[in-house]
């Protein structure tokens, strides 16, 4: 399993992601579940509101292929 994440813009391009002033940010305590993944986010800064996308990639290793 593999999390990207970026901080990002509320604008009409989804996803608008930038490498803007909270960094850097980190994924860990990474949990994978049947249908969902938990895990938690770490910044830097002092931002009230930030907003982020994530990008989450997850291998089968039960795939026949």
């Known amino acids: 399993m593999i999390i990207n994440i970026a901080e ?3 604008s ?4 608008d ?3 803007g002033d909270a960094k850097p940010m980190v994924v860990g305590n ?3 579940h049947d249908g ?3 895990f938690t ?3 830097w800064g002092d931002f ?3 907003d982020f ?3 989450i990639l997850v291998f089968n290793s039960y795939d026949p292929r």
Not at 12 to 15: G, N, Q
């Open 12 to 15: 009409s391009i989804v996803p």
């Open 36 to 38: 969902y993944v938990e």
């Open 53 to 55: 996308w994530t990008d």
């Open 48 to 50: 009230p509101y930030l």
């Open 8 to 10: 990002a813009a509320v």
């Open 41 to 43: 986010v770490w910044r």
């Open 17 to 19: 992601k930038f490498i």
């Open 30 to 32: 990474i949990c994978p």
